[in-house]
């Protein structure tokens, strides 16, 4: 008897002893480990060239280095997709939802290492965008490959992508609660006792293996020195209702030069007029320069000086209002900048740009607040930039829990918990209410390819069309006869509809019921002087199979009151969907994904 490979003796140990749950424990920590890696990899190697960059050549040589960085960089990343990876590298948190929603959770190999390849480049020479999209994209892409070498179903494989997800938000926040909410709102997980478990050891494994190579150097360090006062309340519902305006805004622009950038064919013209543009901008405002995270910091410290000492205009700091004037304008043009970053070529993420343009508007609402007058005290600076990331967070992630509990770890206590809720609760309700989907899931979401927290509409978005299409219809023309189609449709067919199609273009004009001839198709006489077109009658609905995703499908097949639909790709018959079979196959979705 052939002896079996190692690696297949250790897949039937591992189901003979290790039972299933016990084992997506084991993996989920493997799991957190990796996007800890990951994490410590994509972070070390930014740092390492944003220091050669800006700390070398800009400091010593001349600033319009700043001009040409983003340039040189999005076309080291566009050689590294042509010629090493030979794909493009997608944005990283929304590529992963696409793999989940529409790839059963599978990701290629090339993605585990495109990000790491990538995102440094991207960010290092001072594309203004994050790296925790790509941190989340590389370890997911490690899980799911884990998964799929291991064998496990679909369910499990978006679990493991959850716990890739949690893993690097929990490496790269040290937050490692947060980092669980964070997969369960941005990823739709369903929250059982299956699924907390290995979320909380993907985090917990992620945050050690961060503790082991990064000591405790965190991304936002602070100590919180000024809790909540009640009176205070007012100041942080306007600070929401800012927040909520500054997301509705920034998704509008991210969006708008998205789809711009998406109307130029050539990836070479795209890197011309994006690098270009982005290295303007960063040559005026070095601020917008990678992360901005030092920004971050220097406002949480209270030094707005140092946060924006490099404008252009050499305005004078010592004037508040220049100061507020200056802070709006990163607000402003922080968002564009990484729009162009994306739509340049560039690899990354918006959580960092968010929580950049979070701080300085929360900074810019306390400082208009204790300059105009409206209050006999001062409200604290640093607090309001904490709460208003937490704001933005919550509108333009959609991800209010998130926000909140991040900000709540950062600060190493709760006593924001108050003004965190109320503002992330105000801006997430008035940002839904005007865009309904997130930066990362608004393209999914136009589609209908997104999976939510709403099991029925999560089930339908994961059945594919095409296996509930059925083509073994006869198919009647327009000029058949009577005779014709009891002859060549009815006594051939055990069906009792049949499409009525133009003999030339095959497009579908009607069908024909079996109630509808069965008066007549008994009456040779009539056999050669009825026509198809006598007895056709226009379908209750057709189902455009480019077009109408499964939910617009369903609705469809409640409104007509049909059993079958005819299914047309611009207006050519494919086949016909029974609404017995789309009933069928979602019943064993649903069972598939619950197990």
Same mark, same amino acid.
């Given at each position: 008897?052939?002896?079996?490979?190692?690696?297949?003796?250790?897949?039937?140990?591992?189901?003979?002893?290790?039972?299933?749950?016990?084992?997506?424990?084991?993996?989920?920590? /493997?799991?957190?480990?990796?996007?800890?890696?990951?994490?410590?990899?994509?972070?070390?190697?930014?740092?390492?060239?944003?220091?050669?960059?800006?700390?070398?050549?800009?400091?010593?040589?001349?600033?319009?280095?700043?001009?040409?960085?983003?340039?040189?960089?999005?076309?080291?990343?566009?050689?590294?997709?042509?010629?090493?990876?030979?794909?493009?590298?997608?944005?990283?948190?929304?590529?992963?939802?696409?793999?989940?929603?529409?790839?059963?959770?599978?990701?290629?190999?090339?993605?585990?290492?495109?990000? *790491?390849?990538?995102?440094? %480049?991207?960010?290092?020479?001072?594309?203004?965008?994050? =790296?925790?999209?790509?941190?989340?994209?590389?370890?997911?892409?490690?899980?799911?490959?884990?998964?799929?070498?291991?064998?496990?179903?679909?369910?499990?494989?978006?679990?493991?992508?959850?716990?890739?997800?949690?893993?690097?938000?929990?490496?790269?926040?040290?937050?490692?609660?947060?980092?669980?909410?964070?997969?369960?709102?941005?990823?739709? /997980?369903?929250?059982?006792?299956?699924?907390?478990?290995? %979320?909380?050891?993907?985090?917990?494994?992620?945050?050690?293996?961060?503790?082991?190579?990064?000591?405790?150097?965190?991304?936002?360090?602070?100590? @919180? !020195? !000024?809790?909540?006062?009640?009176?205070?309340?007012?100041?942080?519902?306007?600070?929401?209702?800012?927040?909520?305006?500054?997301?509705? $805004?920034?998704?509008?622009?991210?969006?708008?030069?998205?789809? /711009?950038?998406?109307?130029?064919?050539?990836?070479?013209?795209?890197?011309?007029?994006?690098?270009?543009? =982005?290295?303007? @901008?960063?040559?005026? *405002?070095?601020? =917008?320069?990678?992360?901005?995270?030092?920004?971050?910091?220097?406002?949480?410290?209270?030094?707005?000086?140092?946060?924006?000492?490099?404008?252009?205009?050499?305005?004078?700091?010592?004037?508040?209002?220049?100061?507020?004037?200056?802070?709006?304008?990163?607000?402003?043009?922080?968002?564009?900048?990484?729009?162009?970053?994306?739509?340049?070529?560039?690899?990354?993420?918006?959580?960092?740009?968010?929580?950049?343009?979070?701080?300085?508007?929360?900074?810019?609402?306390?400082?208009? *607040?204790?300059?105009?007058?409206?209050?006999?005290?001062?409200?604290?600076?640093?607090?309001?930039?904490?709460?208003?990331?937490?704001? /933005?967070?919550?509108?333009?992630?959609?991800?209010? =829990?998130?926000?909140?509990?991040?900000?709540?770890?950062?600060?190493?206590?709760? !006593?924001?918990?108050?003004?965190?809720?109320?503002?992330?609760?105000?801006?997430?309700?008035?940002?839904?209410?005007?865009?309904?989907?997130?930066?990362?899931?608004?393209?999914?979401?136009?589609?209908?390819?997104?999976?939510? +927290?709403?099991?029925? +509409?999560?089930?339908?978005?994961?059945?594919?069309?095409?296996?509930?299409?059925?083509?073994?219809?006869?198919?009647?023309?327009?000029?058949?006869?009577?005779?014709?189609?009891?002859?060549?449709?009815?006594?051939?067919?055990?069906?009792?509809?049949?499409?009525?199609?133009?003999?030339?273009?095959?497009?579908?004009?009607?069908?024909?019921?079996?109630?509808?001839?069965?008066?007549?198709?008994?009456?040779?006489?009539?056999?050669?002087?009825?026509?198809?077109?006598?007895?056709?009658?226009?379908?209750?609905?057709?189902?455009?199979?480019?077009?109408?995703?499964?939910? !617009?499908?369903?609705?469809?097949?409640?409104?007509?009151?049909?059993?079958?639909?005819?299914?047309?790709?611009?207006?050519? $018959?494919?086949?016909?969907?029974?609404?017995?079979?789309? @009933?069928?196959?979602?019943?064993?979705?649903?069972?598939?994904?619950?197990?």
């Amino acid at each position: 008897m052939p002896k079996r490979p190692l690696f297949k003796q250790l897949l039937i140990w591992r189901a003979r002893y290790i039972s299933h749950n016990q084992f997506v424990v084991i993996l989920s920590i /493997l799991v957190g480990f990796t996007s800890g890696v990951g994490a410590v990899v994509l972070k070390n190697l930014t740092h390492f060239i944003q220091h050669i960059m800006e700390g070398q050549l800009v400091r010593y040589y001349h600033e319009a280095f700043y001009f040409l960085f983003p340039i040189l960089g999005l076309t080291l990343v566009y050689l590294i997709m042509k010629y090493v990876i030979r794909h493009r590298v997608s944005h990283g948190i929304p590529s992963t939802l696409f793999s989940i929603s529409k790839r059963k959770g599978i990701m290629k190999r090339y993605q585990m290492f495109g990000s *790491i390849l990538t995102a440094p %480049l991207t960010v290092g020479f001072g594309g203004s965008v994050g =790296l925790e999209g790509p941190t989340v994209a590389t370890g997911a892409a490690i899980s799911s490959n884990i998964a799929r070498l291991f064998h496990v179903n679909q369910t499990t494989r978006n679990l493991l992508i959850g716990c890739a997800a949690a893993g690097a938000m929990s490496s790269i926040f040290k937050a490692p609660i947060a980092a669980i909410i964070f997969a369960i709102e941005v990823f739709s /997980l369903d929250l059982t006792i299956a699924s907390m478990l290995p %979320l909380l050891m993907a985090s917990l494994s992620a945050i050690l293996t961060s503790y082991f190579f990064l000591g405790n150097d965190v991304l936002l360090p602070f100590s @919180l !020195e !000024e809790g909540f006062k009640l009176s205070d309340a007012p100041f942080y519902l306007l600070l929401g209702v800012v927040a909520a305006f500054t997301s509705i $805004y920034f998704t509008e622009v991210y969006d708008r030069i998205q789809r /711009l950038f998406d109307r130029i064919d050539s990836p070479i013209k795209k890197l011309v007029i994006g690098g270009s543009l =982005l290295g303007m @901008l960063i040559y005026f *405002i070095p601020p =917008l320069y990678g992360e901005g995270f030092e920004v971050i910091n220097n406002l949480i410290a209270g030094n707005h000086q140092k946060a924006i000492q490099n404008n252009f205009l050499n305005l004078n700091l010592e004037n508040i209002w220049v100061v507020i004037l200056l802070l709006a304008g990163l607000v402003f043009f922080k968002i564009i900048a990484s729009a162009l970053t994306f739509g340049a070529g560039g690899v990354g993420g918006i959580f960092a740009p968010t929580l950049f343009m979070g701080s300085i508007m929360g900074n810019c609402v306390a400082k208009l *607040i204790n300059h105009s007058g409206f209050t006999n005290y001062p409200v604290s600076e640093s607090n309001f930039t904490l709460v208003g990331m937490a704001g /933005l967070m919550a509108g333009v992630l959609h991800a209010p =829990l998130t926000a909140i509990f991040l900000i709540a770890e950062v600060t190493g206590g709760y !006593e924001l918990f108050i003004p965190l809720m109320l503002t992330a609760a105000i801006s997430f309700g008035i940002t839904k209410y005007f865009h309904p989907h997130s930066v990362y899931t608004m393209e999914l979401g136009r589609k209908g390819e997104l999976i939510t +927290h709403d099991k029925d +509409h999560a089930v339908l978005t994961l059945m594919d069309i095409n296996k509930v299409v059925e083509t073994n219809f006869i198919k009647i023309t327009t000029t058949m006869t009577l005779g014709d189609i009891v002859h060549e449709a009815v006594i051939k067919s055990n069906r009792n509809i049949f499409p009525v199609v133009d003999a030339k273009s095959n497009i579908l004009k009607g069908i024909i019921l079996l109630d509808d001839i069965r008066p007549i198709m008994f009456d040779p006489t009539l056999y050669s002087e009825v026509f198809a077109r006598d007895v056709m009658q226009a379908p209750p609905d057709t189902i455009d199979i480019k077009k109408d995703k499964m939910t !617009e499908i369903m609705k469809k097949f409640q409104d007509s009151n049909a059993w079958n639909l005819p299914v047309v790709d611009d207006g050519i $018959y494919v086949g016909f969907i029974s609404k017995s079979k789309l @009933l069928t196959m979602y019943r064993r979705k649903l069972i598939n994904i619950t197990q």
